[in-house]
């Protein structure tokens, strides 16, 4: 059987043709921070217009409040300075945090304060009770990730991060506090930064037409190489996420977390943190898809501070190391250019922190943790560090890896990705599944069609919620099922062979197999080897409407129902292979 299915399409992604200026960065920015004016209450809180029972007590609106003032001073808006000020003295209203968030946020719009990026008259009302809050802040007391010595997560980096600004800005503090006593804050950021290194990914092997090829015995001085040879390879690439479920939403984070770090804090920055600094970047630079795009799987997937944090990371890069300012310059134009097309401002003036939300004003689309006060506050921080360093139109772009005719790229021993692109096609696909999260599942992630108008997406980002499986799963006999692993890649970006085994749920190696993928004029096509008298199935979430051509020889196929995801409307298609050597898939336009 053949199956031509026909769903609803999202947009072309946009690749920046030409650089980017600062005026449309600088327009977005201010017109957010405006549309939160009317969202903020006579006594300094932010109502959540997503969700009526959010209290707006979170680091966000601090941030939004910083962002508030910096514009206000740029435009000399009255309005938005009373309302960023009133935010500010609704927050030293709260208990004294000691969060990383919040540690963070403060110690950030102090250094703000302190630079004067805020209204004068508006520095002078909450700089003294600020200075005073930031001086009360003492070292985390709670149980999580930050006092177990063996944890490691995101949390770490974001609490050096607000350490590192607290102890660079002009703060007293009280007896037992950060501020008091420089020392053993000190001691915990080495120790952070240590952790960081010792929890980062194995370097990831890279392979682009034209630049090497890969050599896993090759050393280079930022240890084993296991990617390309010669000057263009531009150094070891090494993810830097939370441990075990590998989202690529916090490589970025977390990347630009080192990178303040490192500016502000530059003691704290040994040799060892300083190459996991560059391979940090470096892994930056490789994960971004031709169009931007920068989140395709786990959690926070597709969030707009994922972008923001990217350009910030591109901007400041570009201004630090003008030998690699190029690559950074184009890395920043394209983070904010895909922000731009895939998060248009709403009637309303605020920012859809996920594109799903452009399509259904759902929350339960995003992850429960993602508030939208919160996260537009941080996204707009994050743009507006971006836009403090944007880079001149003028100065000189160079191309990125994912502009190669031919890439891959193998991530399989860190976040389990692999991906890579021939001509027109870029894809990406999971190895295996990192996380009980379902977007973290082994499976196609996507492809995306380069055309005169730009990259198309044909498949949506996976739900966040329980239910049709991307996973390749063996059905057996007796209620049995297996689903695979993948261990090592060979090939090209044109044609790449995965091999691994399949597991069953107690963990018993059924077998090895094979998965080809292999791209086509407009697509990609995929074989997975089946052991003898096995059903395979697996699901792929098309995206939108429009006239997307999936093919399953000798399958059946199952539509169900289409919903919103964070990319938009995804619309899944379940294909079964009963009793077949091989399971063939292709997708196409």
Same mark, same amino acid.
Request: charged fraction near 20%; charge should be neutral.
């Given at each position: 059987?053949?199956?031509?299915?026909?769903?609803?399409?999202? %947009?072309?992604?946009?690749?920046?043709?030409?650089?980017?200026?600062?005026?449309?960065?600088?327009?977005?920015?201010?017109?957010?921070?405006?549309?939160?004016?009317?969202?903020?209450?006579?006594?300094?809180?932010?109502?959540?217009?997503?969700?009526?029972?959010?209290?707006?007590?979170?680091?966000?609106?601090?941030?939004?409040?910083?962002?508030?003032?910096?514009?206000? @001073?740029?435009?000399?808006?009255?309005?938005?300075?009373?309302?960023?000020?009133?935010?500010?003295?609704?927050?030293?209203?709260?208990?004294?945090?000691?969060?990383?968030?919040?540690?963070?946020?403060?110690?950030?719009?102090?250094?703000?304060?302190?630079?004067?990026?805020?209204?004068?008259?508006?520095?002078?009302?909450?700089?003294?009770?600020?200075?005073?809050?930031?001086?009360?802040?003492?070292?985390?007391?709670?149980?999580?990730?930050?006092?177990?010595?063996?944890?490691?997560?995101?949390?770490?980096?974001?609490?050096?991060?607000?350490?590192?600004?607290?102890?660079?800005?002009?703060?007293?503090?009280?007896?037992? !506090?950060?501020?008091?006593?420089?020392?053993?804050?000190?001691?915990?950021?080495?120790?952070?930064? %240590?952790?960081?290194?010792?929890?980062?990914?194995? /370097?990831?092997?890279?392979?682009? %037409?034209?630049?090497?090829?890969?050599?896993?015995?090759?050393?280079?001085?930022?240890?084993?190489?296991?990617?390309?040879?010669?000057?263009?390879?531009?150094?070891? *690439? @090494?993810?830097?996420?939370?441990?075990?479920?590998?989202?690529?939403?916090?490589?970025?984070?977390?990347?630009?977390?080192?990178?303040?770090?490192?500016?502000?804090?530059?003691?704290?920055?040994?040799?060892?943190?300083?190459?996991?600094?560059?391979?940090?970047?470096?892994? *930056?630079?490789?994960?971004?898809? /031709?169009?931007?795009?920068?989140?395709?799987?786990?959690?926070?997937?597709?969030?707009?501070?994922?972008?923001?944090?990217?350009?910030?990371?591109?901007?400041? @890069?570009?201004?630090?190391?003008?030998?690699?300012?190029?690559?950074?310059?184009?890395?920043?134009?394209?983070?904010?250019?895909?922000?731009?097309?895939?998060?248009?401002? @709403?009637?309303?003036?605020?920012?859809?922190?996920? /594109?799903?939300?452009?399509?259904?004003?759902?929350?339960?689309?995003?992850?429960?943790?993602?508030?939208?006060?919160?996260?537009?506050?941080?996204?707009?921080?994050?743009?507006?560090?971006?836009?403090?360093?944007?880079?001149?139109?003028?100065?000189?772009?160079?191309?990125?890896?994912?502009?190669?005719?031919?890439?891959?790229?193998?991530?399989?021993?860190?976040?389990?990705?692999?991906?890579?692109?021939?001509?027109?096609?870029?894809?990406?696909?999971?190895?295996?599944?990192?996380?009980?999260?379902?977007?973290?599942?082994?499976?196609?992630?996507?492809?995306?069609?380069?055309?005169?108008?730009?990259?198309?997406?044909?498949?949506?980002?996976?739900?966040?919620?329980?239910?049709?499986?991307?996973?390749?799963?063996?059905?057996?006999?007796?209620?049995?099922? %297996?689903?695979?692993?993948?261990?090592?890649?060979?090939?090209?970006?044109?044609?790449?062979?995965?091999?691994?085994?399949?597991?069953?749920?107690?963990?018993?190696?059924?077998?090895?197999?094979?998965?080809?993928?292999?791209?086509?004029?407009?697509?990609?096509?995929?074989?997975?080897?089946?052991? /003898?008298?096995?059903?395979?199935?697996?699901?792929?979430?098309?995206?939108?409407?429009?006239?997307?051509?999936?093919?399953?020889?000798?399958?059946?196929?199952?539509?169900?129902?289409?919903?919103?995801?964070? !990319?938009?409307?995804?619309?899944?298609?379940?294909?079964?292979?009963?009793?077949?050597?091989?399971?063939?898939?292709?997708?196409?336009?």
């Amino acid at each position: 059987m053949i199956a031509v299915l026909a769903f609803a399409s999202g %947009a072309w992604g946009r690749a920046p043709q030409q650089a980017l200026s600062a005026s449309p960065l600088d327009g977005y920015i201010a017109g957010v921070a405006r549309a939160w004016e009317p969202y903020t209450t006579a006594d300094g809180r932010v109502s959540d217009p997503l969700d009526a029972a959010d209290t707006g007590d979170n680091y966000g609106v601090i941030l939004l409040a910083d962002v508030m003032l910096k514009v206000a @001073r740029r435009t000399d808006d009255s309005a938005l300075e009373e309302a960023g000020t009133r935010i500010i003295a609704s927050a030293l209203t709260l208990p004294v945090p000691n969060d990383p968030f919040n540690l963070l946020a403060i110690a950030a719009v102090i250094h703000d304060g302190q630079d004067g990026e805020f209204p004068a008259g508006a520095w002078e009302r909450v700089a003294g009770p600020l200075l005073q809050r930031a001086g009360q802040i003492g070292p985390p007391t709670e149980a999580t990730c930050l006092t177990e010595a063996p944890c490691y997560d995101n949390w770490r980096l974001v609490w050096s991060a607000g350490a590192s600004l607290l102890l660079s800005d002009n703060v007293g503090g009280v007896p037992g !506090s950060l501020a008091s006593n420089s020392v053993p804050a000190a001691a915990q950021i080495r120790t952070d930064l %240590a952790m960081a290194v010792k929890h980062a990914g194995a /370097p990831l092997e890279m392979a682009i %037409a034209g630049e090497g090829t890969r050599e896993p015995s090759r050393h280079t001085a930022d240890g084993p190489a296991g990617m390309l040879a010669g000057p263009a390879a531009g150094g070891v *690439a @090494r993810e830097l996420s939370d441990p075990g479920a590998e989202p690529p939403a916090y490589e970025l984070f977390s990347a630009f977390m080192l990178e303040l770090i490192g500016e502000v804090n530059p003691h704290a920055i040994t040799p060892a943190v300083a190459r996991l600094r560059r391979q940090a970047d470096r892994y *930056a630079l490789d994960m971004m898809a /031709p169009d931007g795009q920068l989140s395709l799987s786990g959690r926070s997937l597709d969030q707009s501070w994922v972008q923001a944090a990217a350009a910030a990371l591109g901007a400041r @890069r570009a201004a630090l190391k003008p030998a690699e300012g190029g690559a950074w310059r184009a890395y920043a134009d394209r983070a904010v250019s895909y922000l731009l097309a895939a998060y248009p401002i @709403r009637a309303d003036g605020l920012l859809p922190i996920v /594109p799903g939300l452009s399509v259904e004003w759902n929350p339960s689309i995003m992850d429960g943790y993602a508030a939208l006060n919160q996260y537009e506050g941080l996204t707009l921080w994050l743009l507006s560090d971006a836009l403090a360093q944007w880079p001149r139109t003028e100065a000189s772009r160079t191309s990125l890896p994912a502009d190669s005719r031919e890439l891959l790229a193998d991530d399989l021993g860190s976040s389990g990705l692999v991906w890579g692109r021939t001509a027109r096609v870029w894809w990406e696909l999971s190895g295996r599944t990192t996380s009980g999260d379902p977007r973290s599942a082994q499976g196609l992630l996507a492809v995306k069609v380069g055309g005169a108008s730009g990259w198309r997406d044909l498949l949506a980002l996976r739900p966040r919620h329980p239910g049709p499986s991307s996973v390749w799963t063996l059905g057996m006999t007796h209620g049995r099922t %297996a689903t695979p692993t993948f261990t090592r890649v060979r090939g090209e970006g044109r044609r790449v062979v995965l091999t691994g085994g399949y597991r069953e749920t107690n963990g018993r190696l059924l077998g090895r197999t094979t998965w080809t993928l292999t791209t086509t004029a407009t697509g990609v096509r995929l074989n997975m080897s089946v052991p /003898p008298k096995a059903m395979l199935h697996t699901t792929v979430w098309l995206a939108g409407i429009g006239s997307w051509r999936l093919s399953a020889p000798a399958a059946t196929t199952t539509r169900g129902a289409c919903l919103v995801t964070a !990319s938009g409307r995804a619309c899944p298609v379940t294909i079964y292979w009963r009793n077949r050597r091989a399971a063939v898939l292709e997708v196409g336009v």
